[in-house]
């Protein structure tokens, strides 16, 4: 009963050296937003970004499989239909990204570079294979920022890969774009030979443009979730063939998460229900895809990551966000029995259950929907998952930021 039955389904075709159509992807089984879900032969999932023929004439590029099913986004052509056939175009997904002796500067809108891709015209690769452990050399060399409290608590070395926690509840001032804008302009002035890659939002663009380290960096702009999984990975490749070393920032990650969500539902849906633990090991094996980016090769070159996170606040928001809090609403909401014996502690000496108070014991508050709290564990997986990848990881605290610390990074939760 553990066992799905696509799982039953693979060791068959395995076991029987079944060999089905290679070009074949099957057909369109689900649309859910950006994404077009197909569900090709049991053995032949696609790697990601594989390009995609649709029968109608689109053009599509996989950007992750998961439980035999190939998420892909369109690129062009008519919006593909369910039912509709799909076969592997001509090889993966390549874009017009710079040459290494190109001028490194300015900004790439996504949308623009994918209206052109996949139709023969070249190109850099854009989901390249990830360097293999024997191309590897130890990391040897620090990247400095500039700011204090991260090289001297959570260095970054050249070739790592760097994860920025951070609550959005955090004032701007305080929160990680602030801390990744005073990295990146550190680096300019501190290892000007350090090529930059920021993925960002339009947003986020203007705001590069007006910083010290716009100037110099190469900006390339998502408007859609999949647009920044394709820009993650473009910049990445795009880093790797620059040559030297580089730093590819990712202003934010939520868009993977919420495009494994839509996944994980489409998935559910259609029957492929996995055990948690198998969940966890499909949702590490996403995410590498990017982490895994980071290196330093033979030779010395070397890409560094920076992949912001946004993290559970210990704040409870909207009409859960109270003044005062009853020991009755933690009981309600779950809380373990160590931090009711706390707040009992607390409540029998006359001491009220504020925010403030609740912030220094290190106590979510209730309807947060902390791991700690209310959220439960999934709430935290993809933090943890994500954390486990990565070299070392740099995490924001919101009562250090209301204390006035500046970045307000918590050094027990941070590390390299």
């Not at 996949?118 to 850099?124: I, P, S």
């Not at 190469?218 to 063939?241: K, N």
């Not at 909401?333 to 259950?353: M, Y």
């Not at 990881?393 to 610390?405: K, N, V």
Request: net charge negative; aromatic share 4%; proline share 6%.
């Amino acid at each position: 009963a553990e066992s799905t039955a696509f799982e039953a389904r693979r060791e068959a075709a395995v076991a029987s050296g079944l060999d089905e159509d290679a070009t074949s992807l099957g057909s369109v089984v689900r649309r859910e937003g950006e994404l077009v879900v197909l569900e090709p032969p049991v053995g032949c999932e696609p790697a990601d970004g594989s390009l995609v023929a649709f029968a109608d004439g689109g053009v599509g590029a996989v950007l992750f499989c998961r439980v035999g099913l190939a998420f892909a986004t369109q690129l062009s052509g008519p919006a593909a239909v369910l039912g509709e056939a799909a076969s592997r175009g001509a090889g993966n997904l390549t874009l017009p990204l710079p040459a290494p002796d190109e001028a490194w500067a300015g900004e790439m809108s996504v949308r623009s570079l994918l209206a052109t891709a996949g139709r023969g015209g070249g190109g850099g690769a854009v989901f390249e294979e990830r360097v293999p452990q024997a191309r590897r050399v130890p990391i040897g060399k620090p990247l400095h920022t500039g700011v204090t409290a991260v090289d001297a608590l959570a260095p970054i070395g050249r070739g790592q890969s760097m994860l920025l926690l951070a609550p959005e509840t955090l004032p701007s001032a305080s929160g990680s774009a602030a801390l990744a804008s005073r990295m990146l302009s550190g680096a300019a002035q501190f290892a000007p030979e350090v090529k930059r890659v920021v993925v960002t939002t339009a947003e986020g663009a203007e705001a590069a443009q007006r910083s010290e380290w716009g100037d110099g960096s190469r900006l390339l702009v998502a408007e859609s979730d999949a647009e920044l999984v394709v820009a993650a990975q473009a910049a990445c490749s795009m880093a790797q063939r620059a040559g030297g070393d580089a730093l590819v920032v990712v202003d934010d990650l939520a868009p993977l998460l919420r495009l494994w969500r839509a996944a994980v539902r489409v998935g559910e849906e259609l029957g492929r229900v996995v055990r948690p633990e198998e969940e966890g090991s499909m949702l590490r094996g996403f995410y590498s895809c990017l982490t895994e980016r980071a290196h330093r090769r033979l030779g010395g070159e070397s890409v560094t990551l920076l992949l912001l996170q946004p993290s559970p606040s210990v704040r409870a928001s909207g009409a859960a966000a109270l003044d005062a809090f009853a020991l009755g609403d933690f009981e309600a909401a779950g809380f373990s029995q160590r931090a009711l014996g706390r707040l009992r502690a607390l409540e029998a000496k006359g001491i009220a259950l504020t925010p403030p108070v609740l912030e220094k014991l290190g106590i979510p508050a209730p309807g947060s929907g902390h791991p700690r709290a209310d959220g439960g564990r999934a709430a935290g997986a993809h933090v943890e998952e994500l954390t486990s990848l990565v070299d070392g990881h740099i995490e924001l605290s919101e009562p250090l930021a209301a204390a006035g610390r500046s970045p307000p990074i918590d050094p027990t939760q941070s590390l390299t």
